[in-house]
């Protein structure tokens, strides 16, 4: 998020001081860049961005925010009390700039990992909204009023890890991907809750004109999708014959594969899905379940064969999901490397002209598509529970949710 700004290569080097950022005055923050980037606008509105107490974070290092003395921000609610395991609870900010307009006393994180407790929680009045629904009570859910679907700018997908056989053939990865029935896993596995991929880059994100989606814009340019959704014969057909090209007919030769994932949510469905699915091509995976708190670090050090990704965008950018197949990314988790993909996305975010970003954007696209480098899955949604009584909220299509001006009737 930072390479366009000046000095950013020798940072990266350990040269902290080699940014070109400056306070010129107590209310000014000057930011020099080594290119223009045309979106660094953008970029600037991510959460990370906001500022943070310089004595504070130097005197507490890493734990400056984990307890309230020393989390200090600029946002609308302060911290008072943190209870680990427990709960996390805010109350107003009496020093923010807009105090005035904040209609929330308090508000109290209840901290619980099983979403059976969360939504025990929930019926029994402890708590007033839950984010992680039980999967298996969606369906007796929806249509309720107080059972939420809103959409997020999200790409749910499979990684390849192209560093190892079979994944480093285009082609098995291209097999692979086509055999899967995108629209019964969005309507049937997860119940609706999403939208099946047809791209990488989904719905949301903007192009060159302004209301333009960038989507919609693949799509023309294209003449259509990269996956047919609505005949997912015909896409399983063309994997069959990849895969005999591959040098696999009917899976003959095929080794035994192995997919990595987390339980939460849908993963395990979807893992078993994979299961019937790629069987259709004569192959065999055995699914490994890890905790997320091993799955994360797993696969960034990648260690597996396929796993699960997905990525919520920070700022309304395609470069912000492409960019993670980069050959230097340190999210590029299937290690994949095209140096036409990398050249495409540096011209990209170097150019002044925001017609040729985009431009770059719809061919690197395309390239990583073409290579099969990812396998794009669902478009993703926040699912939630919240009681009617709790009004003035706002969920965010980054993933967030927002209780400023929040009231309880």
């Not at 082609?171 to 596995?189: C, G, K, P």
Request: aromatic share 12%; with cysteine.
């Amino acid at each position: 998020m930072l390479s366009m700004v000046k000095g950013y290569q020798d940072l990266a080097a350990g040269n902290v001081d080699a940014l070109a950022v400056t306070a010129s005055d107590a209310k000014t923050f000057v930011v020099e860049l080594a290119s223009p980037c045309v979106y660094f606008d953008k970029i600037c509105t991510h959460a990370s961005m906001a500022p943070v107490k310089k004595d504070v974070v130097e005197a507490k290092g890493d734990q400056w925010s984990l307890t309230p003395d020393t989390y200090i921000s600029n946002g609308p609610l302060k911290m008072i009390e943190w209870v680990p395991g427990s709960h996390i609870s805010f109350a107003k900010n009496e020093n923010y700039w807009d105090a005035d307009t904040i209609t929330l006393n308090t508000l109290k994180f209840v901290l619980m990992e099983d979403s059976n407790a969360a939504y025990s929680a929930y019926q029994t009045g402890e708590v007033s909204m839950i984010k992680d629904v039980p999967t298996d009570e969606i369906p007796s859910l929806q249509g309720k009023p107080d059972y939420h679907l809103e959409p997020r700018m999200a790409t749910s997908y499979t990684i390849y890890n192209v560093t190892k056989a079979p994944f480093d053939n285009a082609l098995v990865r291209r097999a692979l991907t086509l055999a899967v029935d995108r629209e019964y896993i969005a309507s049937t596995v997860m119940a609706g809750t999403v939208i099946p991929a047809t791209n990488f880059v989904g719905p949301g994100i903007s192009d060159v004109e302004g209301g333009s989606s960038f989507e919609e814009v693949t799509r023309k340019n294209n003449g259509g999708d990269y996956f047919n959704v609505n005949n997912y014969e015909e896409d399983l057909n063309k994997a069959k014959e990849l895969l005999a090209e591959a040098g696999y007919p009917n899976g003959k030769g095929f080794p035994v594969i192995e997919y990595m994932t987390n339980e939460a949510g849908y993963n395990k469905p979807i893992a078993e899905y994979f299961q019937s699915a790629w069987s259709e091509l004569g192959i065999r995976m055995d699914i490994k379940i890890v905790e997320w708190s091993t799955f994360a670090p797993t696969r960034r050090a990648g260690d597996f064969q396929i796993a699960r990704g997905g990525w919520v965008y920070d700022y309304d950018d395609p470069s912000n999901m492409l960019n993670l197949f980069t050959s230097e990314s340190g999210n590029n988790d299937g290690k994949y490397s095209n140096p036409e993909v990398d050249s495409l996305l540096n011209q990209a975010r170097d150019t002044a002209d925001k017609a040729e970003h985009y431009e770059k954007l719809h061919a690197a696209e395309k390239m990583i598509m073409e290579d099969a480098a990812v396998a794009p899955l669902v478009y993703s949604s926040d699912f939630y529970l919240q009681k009617p009584e709790l009004k003035g909220t706002w969920h965010s299509p980054y993933g967030f949710w927002f209780f400023t001006h929040a009231t309880m009737e």
